[in-house]
C-alpha cells in the first residue's frame, strides 16, 4: 500500500476533481495543482500548493511552460528505495499521485480546427506528468480518467488514504493507453495537416473466444478505442458466451435490417441474409423471412431492427410440446424487447438473446486487416444514381417517386449490398411496405450460377407455398416469378443471366451497368421482352 501524501492535480476535464481532492484533503494530503485547475479547488474551500512554489518557477508563455520542471518530474520519478537518500540531497519531496487529463485535442480537431489552434492544443507537460507517474507506479497514482475516481475515493477512504500495488498497476496500464491514443490522435491529424494518409487503431478490453471460425484456432474480441458506436457494447441478455461466428454472424444482420422500415427482419446464415423481409406487421415480416429458406435458417442468426414483441417470438415454438416443432437458432437481436418476450426467449438455455440498436453502426467506416496491410473504406450507403429503362420493354410499374416498384428496388438493393459477391436477388412486394427476399444467390465466381441459385430457391419457395392443384404448380411459380424482380450487384458481362432470367418467367431486371458488352445484354433483353433498367451504382461484397 501507498498512502497519498502529496498529489499534483492537473486536469482539463474538472469533472469530479472536487470530490476527489476532497477525500486526499480529509487523509491529510496536500494538494498541489496549476493555474485551472487551482482555481477550482480554491473555489470549493481546498487549500492549494500552486505548482511555481514547487518548481520555484511562474508559469510562462501562455501556460506552455508550467509542470515541466526538474523539481515536478524528479518528485514524481524517483525511486522512493534506491533513490531516498539522493532526493533527500537534492530536497526532493515526493509526489504520489498525478491527477492529469489532457488537452481536448480530438474534440478541437473535430470541430475542424485549423493548424495554429491544433499546435496550442497538443500537451505537453501532461503526458510527461503521466509517463513519469506511470513508469513509477511501484510508488505513484497515475489518475487520467474522472470514470476512476469515484473507485480511487471508495478506496481511500477504506484504506486510510492508501492506494494497494494492484490499484496503482491497473491505474498504470490505463495511463499508457492515455497517452499512446493521444499521440497516435496527433501524429494522424499532422499527416492529414500535410497530404498524408495514415490511420492508427487501438483497441482495448479485449475478450477470449472459446475458439476461432475453427476449433483449433484461438481467437479473441476487442473494443476499437474512441468508438462512439461498437458492437463490442451489444448486450448479451442470456444464453451461452458468444462465439467468433457468432459475432461475425451479428454484424452481417445488424447491418442487414438497419436501414428497412418500420419492421426488419434477417435471417443470417455464414454471414449472408438467406432470409429478409420488411413488413409493417414484425410478426408476419418474421414468418416471411424464415419462409426465404426454412433449411438455412436452422442454426441461424436472427436480428430485428425494432423492438421485438412476444407474439412474433412464439414463431419460435419454444414452448411447444412436440420438439420437432421448435425452431433452433443460434442468437436473436433486437434494440429491445416486449413485455414478457425475454423471458420466452430464455426458455431456451443455450439461445444468445443480444440487446443492441442496429441503427448505431450506421455510417460507420469499414476497416479490414490483411496480411500485416489495412484497407479502410466508407461504408456502401447509396443505393442508385439513377433509374434508365434501357430496353423497349418498360417496367411492370413505373419509375417515378412512390412507385411501388422503385420501394420493391430499394429492398432488393439494400438486400444485395449485404450478401456476398458474385450476387443476385429475387424480390417481391407483398402489399403496401410489405418487401420479402424469395430467393438469392451468393458468394459465386459465376454470376450465372448465381442466378440459377437464386432462381432455383425462388421457385422451390413459391412451389411450398402454392396451395392449388398440382397440375397448376409451375403455372403459379412462372406467374409469381413474373410479378417479381431480378437484382444483380454488379453488371451482366454476357447475355447468358439475362437468358436464363428470362426463362424462369422473371419479367424485369434491374443491375448497375458499365459492362462493355452493355449493348448485347440489352439487345438478348429486348429479343426476350425482358425489362432491363440500369442504377449506376455497384454493390460489391468481399
Known amino acids: 500500500m501507498t498512502r497519498i501524501r502529496r498529489a499534483l492535480l492537473s486536469v482539463t476535464d474538472k469533472t469530479g476533481v472536487v470530490e476527489l481532492a476532497r477525500t486526499l484533503h480529509r487523509f491529510g494530503c496536500e494538494l498541489i495543482s496549476t493555474g485551472g485547475t487551482g482555481k477550482v479547488l480554491t473555489r470549493a474551500g481546498l487549500p492549494?500548493?500552486?505548482?511555481?512554489?514547487?518548481?520555484?518557477?511562474?508559469?510562462?508563455?501562455?501556460?506552455?511552460?508550467?509542470?515541466?520542471?526538474?523539481?515536478?518530474?524528479?518528485?514524481?520519478l524517483f525511486d522512493r528505495e534506491k533513490d531516498k537518500e539522493e532526493a533527500q540531497r537534492l530536497d526532493i519531496a515526493p509526489i504520489d499521485m498525478v491527477v492529469c487529463n489532457l488537452y481536448p485535442f480530438e474534440q478541437v480537431r473535430d470541430a475542424g480546427a485549423e493548424m495554429d489552434t491544433l499546435i496550442e492544443n497538443i500537451d505537453i507537460g501532461g503526458p510527461t506528468m503521466i509517463r513519469a507517474a506511470a513508469k513509477n507506479h511501484k510508488h505513484v497514482a497515475a489518475v487520467t480518467d474522472p470514470e476512476d475516481y469515484q473507485a480511487i475515493i471508495e478506496e481511500l477512504d477504506s484504506q486510510d488514504g492508501a492506494l494497494s500495488l494492484e490499484t496503482r498497476a491497473d491505474l498504470m496500464r490505463k495511463a499508457f493507453n492515455t497517452t499512446?491514443?493521444?499521440?497516435?490522435?496527433?501524429?494522424?491529424?499532422?499527416?492529414?495537416?500535410?497530404?498524408?494518409e495514415?490511420?492508427?487503431?487501438?483497441?482495448?478490453?479485449?475478450?477470449?473466444?472459446?475458439?476461432?471460425?475453427?476449433?483449433?484456432?484461438?481467437?479473441?474480441?476487442?473494443?476499437?478505442r474512441g468508438a462512439v458506436n461498437s458492437l463490442f457494447d451489444m448486450d448479451v441478455l442470456a444464453g451461452?458466451?458468444?462465439?467468433?461466428?457468432?459475432?461475425?454472424?451479428?454484424?452481417?444482420?445488424?447491418?442487414?435490417?438497419?436501414?428497412?422500415?418500420?419492421?426488419?427482419?434477417a435471417v443470417i446464415k455464414h454471414t449472408n441474409p438467406c432470409g429478409l423481409s420488411e413488413c409493417p406487421d414484425q410478426r408476419r415480416g418474421f414468418e416471411l423471412a424464415w419462409a426465404g429458406d426454412p433449411v438455412s435458417a436452422f442454426g441461424s442468426v436472427i436480428a430485428f431492427n425494432s423492438p421485438l414483441e412476444r407474439k412474433t417470438a412464439e414463431f419460435l415454438n419454444l414452448d411447444s410440446a412436440?420438439?420437432?416443432?421448435?425452431?433452433?437458432?443460434?442468437?436473436?437481436?433486437?434494440?429491445?424487447?416486449?413485455?414478457?418476450?425475454?423471458?420466452?426467449?430464455?426458455q431456451h438455455d443455450a439461445l444468445r438473446v443480444i440487446r443492441f440498436d442496429p441503427g448505431r453502426l450506421r455510417g460507420v467506416r469499414e476497416v479490414r486487416v490483411l496480411g500485416g496491410a489495412c484497407l479502410v473504406q466508407t461504408a456502401d450507403d447509396r443505393l442508385f444514381d439513377k433509374l434508365e429503362c434501357v430496353t423497349?420493354?418498360?417496367?411492370?410499374?413505373?419509375?417515378?417517386?412512390?412507385?411501388?416498384?422503385v420501394a420493391a428496388l430499394e429492398f432488393g438493393l439494400k438486400a444485395v449490398r449485404q450478401i456476398k459477391s458474385n450476387t443476385i436477388v429475387i424480390v417481391r412486394r407483398l402489399g403496401e411496405g410489405t418487401f420479402q427476399l424469395l430467393g438469392m444467390g451468393a458468394g459465386q465466381p459465376n454470376r450465372v450460377v448465381a442466378a440459377r441459385l437464386a432462381l432455383d430457391r425462388a421457385a422451390a419457395n413459391l412451389r411450398e407455398e402454392y396451395d392449388g392443384a398440382p397440375a397448376?404448380?409451375?403455372?403459379?411459380?412462372?406467374?409469381?416469378?413474373?410479378?417479381?424482380?431480378?437484382?444483380?450487384?454488379a453488371f451482366f458481362p454476357f447475355p447468358d443471366t439475362v437468358e436464363?432470367?428470362?426463362?424462369?418467367?422473371?419479367?424485369?431486371?434491374?443491375?448497375?451497368?458499365?459492362?462493355?458488352?452493355?449493348?448485347?445484354?440489352?439487345?438478348?433483353?429486348?429479343?426476350?421482352?425482358?425489362?432491363?433498367?440500369?442504377?449506376?451504382?455497384?454493390?460489391?461484397k468481399h
Open 48 to 76: 492549494v500548493t500552486e505548482i511555481s512554489q514547487v518548481t520555484g518557477n511562474p508559469e510562462a508563455f501562455g501556460g506552455r511552460m508550467k509542470t515541466i520542471s526538474f523539481a515536478i518530474e524528479s518528485a514524481i
Open 180 to 196: 499512446a491514443d493521444y499521440d497516435a490522435a496527433i501524429a494522424q491529424a499532422m499527416d492529414e495537416q500535410h497530404g498524408k
Open 198 to 224: 495514415s490511420l492508427r487503431l487501438g483497441f482495448s478490453d479485449g475478450k477470449t473466444l472459446r475458439y476461432g471460425e475453427n476449433w483449433h484456432q484461438d481467437a479473441s474480441f476487442f473494443r476499437q
Open 240 to 265: 451461452k458466451e458468444l462465439s467468433f461466428n457468432n459475432i461475425v454472424d451479428i454484424a452481417g444482420a445488424v447491418e442487414s435490417v438497419r436501414d428497412l422500415r418500420p419492421h426488419g427482419c
Open 322 to 346: 412436440d420438439r420437432d416443432a421448435r425452431k433452433f437458432v443460434e442468437v436473436v437481436i433486437a434494440p429491445e424487447f416486449g413485455p414478457g418476450t425475454l423471458a420466452y426467449l430464455k
Open 392 to 405: 423497349e420493354a418498360p417496367p411492370l410499374d413505373g419509375l417515378g417517386a412512390g412507385s411501388p416498384l
Open 472 to 489: 397448376g404448380a409451375e403455372q403459379y411459380v412462372r406467374e409469381r416469378l413474373g410479378e417479381a424482380i431480378l437484382v444483380s450487384d
Open 500 to 540: 436464363i432470367a428470362a426463362a424462369a418467367g422473371i419479367r424485369t431486371v434491374f443491375q448497375p451497368g458499365g459492362s462493355v458488352r452493355d449493348g448485347a445484354v440489352v439487345r438478348r433483353a429486348d429479343e426476350l421482352g425482358v425489362a432491363m433498367v440500369m442504377t449506376g451504382v455497384r454493390h460489391f
